[in-house]
């Protein structure tokens, strides 16, 4: 089963925390809707490692849950007015990623100041022999993932996760060691934190 938010800590208005396994999924990267942090089933195998472009959503997923705020990022962190005065910032499409993960679909928010702001901190749990060996740790400056994560607008069927909420859905790189040149599941704790916002 995908692993979804955990709610947020009692007094917490800027962070969202993802535990578990990020399993292989059946799916290609550019099949929507896509289940919540899972490993694109056509990634990139180079060598020893791959290269796997897993999608978090900013919320939990299923209409039952949108209502249930502990799974999401506060309205108030949603900030594009800094500098002041300047005009709120239109998604723009994503640059297509040499490796499957990203659509030209897909509609980026990176130039969003809320989304500038966005630092990624990510360990792996350990299970035995490591595995992790790179995660992106910011979001990049433009549409490019080989630049940094990607926050993109969730869109019906043609970006984020195809469901149409219009919340905001995280897609970070991960380079992991491939288990003989075949793709395989690994433990994360992943905590998303905006660490400004408009109540600064």
């Known amino acids: 089963m995908a692993i979804t938010p955990l709610d947020r800590p009692a007094e917490s208005t800027q962070i969202l925390r993802y535990r578990g396994v990020i399993a292989v999924s059946?799916?290609?990267a550019n099949v929507y809707p896509q289940d919540s942090a899972v490993?694109?089933?056509?990634?990139?195998?180079?060598g020893t490692f791959f290269d796997a472009y897993v999608r978090f959503p900013l919320f939990k997923l299923g209409a039952?849950?949108?209502?249930?705020?502990?799974?999401?990022?506060?309205?108030?962190?949603?900030d594009d007015n800094q500098p002041a005065g300047a005009a709120p910032h239109a998604t723009v499409a994503c640059a297509a990623s040499a490796?499957?993960?990203?659509?030209?679909?897909?509609?980026?928010?990176?130039?969003?100041?809320w989304a500038q702001n966005l630092q990624i901190l990510c360990h792996e749990i350990p299970t035995g022999t490591p595995l992790m060996l790179s995660c992106d740790s910011a979001v990049a400056q433009g549409s490019d993932i080989a630049n940094g994560a990607q926050v993109v607008l969730d869109n019906a069927t043609t970006s984020g996760m195809g469901t149409g909420t219009g919340l905001p859905v995280l897609i970070v790189h991960f380079r992991v060691l491939a288990n003989v040149?075949?793709?395989?599941?690994?433990?994360?704790?992943?905590?998303?934190?905006?660490?400004?916002?408009?109540?600064?």
């Open 99 to 113: 490796t499957p993960g990203v659509n030209v679909t897909d509609l980026s928010l990176n130039d969003t100041t």
């Open 39 to 46: 490993i694109p089933a056509n990634s990139t195998i180079t």
């Open 64 to 78: 039952a849950n949108l209502d249930d705020k502990r799974h999401e990022l506060p309205l108030f962190v949603y």
């Open 26 to 28: 059946g799916k290609n």
């Open 181 to 200: 040149a075949a793709l395989q599941a690994f433990n994360v704790d992943l905590t998303i934190e905006v660490r400004h916002s408009n109540h600064r």
